[in-house]
């Protein structure tokens, strides 16, 4: 079993920043692909970024340019910086791992949330 432990979350306001922490239980270099995703109010969990085993890394459209996503191999820990916040990123935001196996695991989230 796999244990994915997020943290950084909290409140700011628009423009402002947050960096999101997500420590593994394993070496996250065992797995396919980490990743962010959110969850805003009323909305579907949807993909924020990801970065796979050759540490290339994918980004949502409406993140582009403000969000960066990095891993840290030794730490296990895969971090996501979030730049220029809008009240629309206000979401739990879900630290994921993907097998080689096609496992998914999740974290329990942790809330971001923008006032404007």
């Given at each position: 079993?796999?244990?994915?432990?997020?943290?950084?979350?909290?409140?700011?306001?628009?423009?402002?920043?947050?960096?999101?922490?997500?420590v593994a239980s394993r070496s996250i270099g065992t797995f396919r692909a980490m990743g962010w995703y959110r969850q805003g109010p009323g909305k579907q969990r949807e993909l924020v970024a990801t970065v796979g085993a050759g540490a290339d890394t994918n980004y949502a459209d409406s993140v582009k340019g403000r969000f960066t996503i990095s891993r840290d191999i030794a730490?296990?820990?895969?971090?996501?910086?979030?730049n220029g916040l809008k009240p629309e990123d206000t979401a739990v935001y879900f630290c994921n791992a993907k097998s080689w196996a096609y496992i998914d695991y999740w974290g329990q989230g942790t809330q971001v949330t923008v006032s404007s």
């Open positions: 079993q796999v244990q994915l432990v997020e943290s950084g979350g909290g409140f700011v306001q628009a423009g402002g920043s947050l960096r999101l922490s997500c730490k296990n820990t895969v971090y996501l910086q979030m």
